[in-house]
Nanobody, 115 residues
Framework: VQLAESGGGLVQSGGSLRLSCTASGNIFKITVMGWYRQAPGNQRELVATITSGGITKYADSVKGRFTVSGDHANGTVFLQMNSLKPEDTDVYCC??????????WGKGSLVTVSS
């Protein structure tokens, strides 16, 4: 199983970025997809997730600014990030969970927001 992320980079404060992730391999039935972020030495933090039923969950710090979307059947998930702040700087990891509860993680995509 592989999760390929793209879309990270450097952006000025107030700008936008869109992260994409495509899962490939034998994942079986995907039930949850989303994004976490983790700075070196810090604990992994949930950013946003979306279930196959369309239920979304966001960290309080990104509500109203980030939007998660995806196609569970095709194993693709996106994170639209608007009004970015320097404190959003982090490594963003794609996350996929199947119906058996098995988690899969991407390697991460660095997002840097300059002030």
């Amino acid at each position: 199983v592989q999760l390929a992320e793209s879309g990270g980079g450097l952006v000025q404060s107030g700008g936008s970025l869109r992260l994409s992730c495509t899962a490939s391999g034998n994942i079986f039935k995907i039930t949850v997809m989303g994004w976490y972020r983790q700075a070196p030495g810090n604990q992994r933090e949930l950013v946003a997730t979306i279930t196959s039923g369309g239920i979304t969950k966001y960290a309080d710090s990104v509500k109203g600014r980030f939007t998660v979307s995806g196609d569970h059947a095709n194993g693709t998930v996106f994170l639209q990030m608007n009004s970015l702040k320097p404190e959003d700087t982090d490594v963003y990891c794609c996350y996929v969970q199947n119906i058996l509860g098995w988690p899969y993680w991407g390697k991460g995509s660095l997002v840097t927001v300059s002030s």
